[in-house]
């Protein structure tokens, strides 16, 4: 009886599919029959319009997506007991990844890939961002050294760090669909915002330790002294060019993305180690810093230059650089006093 019964299922699904495929055949001749009738006027016109279209949807979009928001002063306001510092974080997460568009990873017939100062911005700001979540996992979000790794924070750290410009076809990798850049950071930042309402309950930690400031300032200065050197190297085999220099903007905008990150991380751990900075006396050379970053972070030129340093074109690498080394050397100031 099941035999039977399994025999006149698959003679259904049998009749089925030839069904579909000769309904598919019929639909394919008259689409081929359309196509003869179409004169060839039409086609030359199809042929013009199409790459005039594209170009128009191009041009437009990219005015859309364009989008550089080093806005210094956001609302990251939340109830008692929720860190500064991991505000911002998911703040400017769910701002780049989730209420704009992540052009990082735009594929090539969207307009985001056709910018390059928008996604570089949003690449530097996730660096920063992550390398911050890497000391709060290390640090902040534990006892001690020795304690065990928040769960919630370890898991965003390793999400706000892929790589920023995987699409959800990633040929490199696989055939099929994969997820995301952005759907990790969006992740990360829900992983977050978890560690915060487990904080709330007093089932995680936020240490604001004098040690903990000083390691995330170690951390914030490498990440600056990295950066300065590739601006110094940069401009050492760039600078002076006759030709355009494409690849100036990349690395201008990529950096000032980090340094509007950090300049808005530095602001909440100035809230969040209120009391460390306030005994040890930082309040001065700590909004010093700030204003450095600040300085840093609100370069914006109408074209980012590479002229030579002694030339009569503007180097808006050299004054970036100017002000990293600037914040670099008081951040160092910063850890001298937090050692004593």
């Known amino acids: 009886m099941l035999h039977e019964v399994w025999l006149w299922i698959k003679?259904?699904?049998?009749?089925?599919?030839?069904?579909?495929?000769?309904?598919?055949?019929?639909?394919?001749?008259?689409?081929l029959g359309y196509l003869a009738t179409v004169s060839g006027s039409t086609w030359r016109?199809?042929?013009?319009?199409?790459?005039?279209?594209?170009?128009?949807?191009i041009l437009i979009g990219m005015a859309i997506s364009y989008r550089v928001d080093d806005r210094l002063y956001v609302n990251t306001a939340?109830?008692?007991?929720?860190?500064?510092?991991?505000?911002?974080?998911?703040?400017?997460?769910?701002?780049?990844?989730?209420?704009?568009?992540?052009?990082?990873?735009?594929?090539?017939?969207?307009p985001g890939w056709w910018l390059d100062n928008t996604p570089n911005f949003q690449k530097g700001i996730l660096g920063a961002l992550s390398r911050f979540t890497f000391e709060l996992r290390d640090q902040i979000g534990r006892t001690r050294g020795s304690s065990a790794v928040d769960v919630d924070i370890e898991k965003a750290a390793g999400n706000l760090s892929k790589e920023p410009d995987r699409w959800i076809m990633d040929f490199s990798t696989s055939l099929l669909p994969t997820t995301p850049s952005d759907a990790y950071f969006r992740e990360g930042a829900r992983q977050l915002t978890s560690y915060v309402e487990r904080l709330k309950r007093g089932d995680a930690v936020y240490e604001t330790r004098g040690d903990n400031l000083l390691a995330t300032f170690d951390r914030i200065?490498?990440?600056?002294?990295?950066?300065?050197?590739?601006l110094e190297s940069y401009i050492e085999d760039n600078a002076g060019g006759v030709l355009p220099d494409r690849g100036a903007d990349d690395l201008f905008y990529q950096i000032k993305?980090?340094?509007?990150?950090?300049?808005?991380l530095l602001?909440?751990?100035?809230?969040?180690?209120?009391?460390?900075?306030e005994d040890k006396d930082l309040g001065k050379v700590y909004d010093q810093l700030i204003v450095s970053m600040d300085a840093a972070a609100s370069l914006d030129p109408l074209v980012v230059t590479n002229g030579s340093i002694d030339g009569m074109l503007a180097n808006h690498l050299?004054?970036?650089?100017?002000?990293?080394?600037?914040?670099?050397?008081?951040?160092?100031?910063?850890?001298?006093?937090?050692?004593?």
């Open 257 to 264: 993305g980090q340094v509007y990150a950090y300049s808005l």
């Open 318 to 340: 050299a004054m970036q650089g100017f002000y990293l080394l600037r914040a670099r050397t008081q951040i160092r100031e910063v850890s001298n006093i937090l050692l004593k």
């Open 11 to 31: 003679e259904k699904i049998a009749l089925g599919f030839q069904r579909l495929g000769a309904a598919l055949r019929r639909l394919w001749r008259f689409f």
């Open 45 to 57: 016109k199809v042929a013009v319009a199409l790459p005039v279209l594209f170009f128009l949807y």
């Open 78 to 110: 939340q109830d008692s007991g929720a860190p500064q510092t991991v505000a911002t974080v998911i703040y400017l997460v769910e701002r780049e990844a989730k209420l704009n568009n992540w052009t990082a990873n735009d594929p090539v017939f969207l």
């Open 267 to 277: 602001r909440a751990l100035k809230h969040d180690f209120s009391g460390v900075i």
């Open 221 to 230: 200065a490498l990440d600056l002294g990295a950066s300065s050197a590739a």
